[in-house]
Nanobody
């Protein structure tokens, strides 16, 4: 069994910051790419930021320069530092990880339960 648990969401005003955290736990051999997806009300889920196990990152254009994704491989954790938040960043943020549970087993996608981020004055 593998679990991803997010924390750090909340209500902030425009221009403020939040830091999201996600911890992967359970029967894990290796965690490969990790990422943060978000889903705004009435819209499809989109990739906000992604980081490989080697540390390479990519971001959706709308968050470049404001969000920073990072990870701690020893702890199987991924973080999303969100600065200069805008109302359009509002949504549920989901942690995602590609995990191998054994040396020769398949790589599977796992998801957290989501954490709400609301940016409003």
């Amino acid at each position: 069994q593998v679990q991803l648990v997010e924390s750090g969401g909340g209500l902030v005003q425009p221009g403020e910051s939040l830091r999201l955290s996600c911890a992967a736990s359970g029967s894990i051999f290796r965690v490969n790419a990790m990422g943060w997806y978000r889903q705004a009300p009435g819209k499809q889920r989109e990739l906000a930021a992604r980081i490989t196990d080697g540390g390479s990152t990519n971001y959706v254009d709308s968050v470049k320069g404001r969000f920073t994704i990072s990870r701690d491989n020893a702890k199987n954790m991924v973080y999303l530092q969100m600065n200069s938040l805008k109302p359009e960043d509002t949504g549920v943020y989901y942690c995602n990880a590609a995990i191998r549970r054994s040396r020769f087993g398949p790589e599977l996608d796992y998801w957290g339960q989501g954490t709400q981020v609301t940016v409003s004055s």
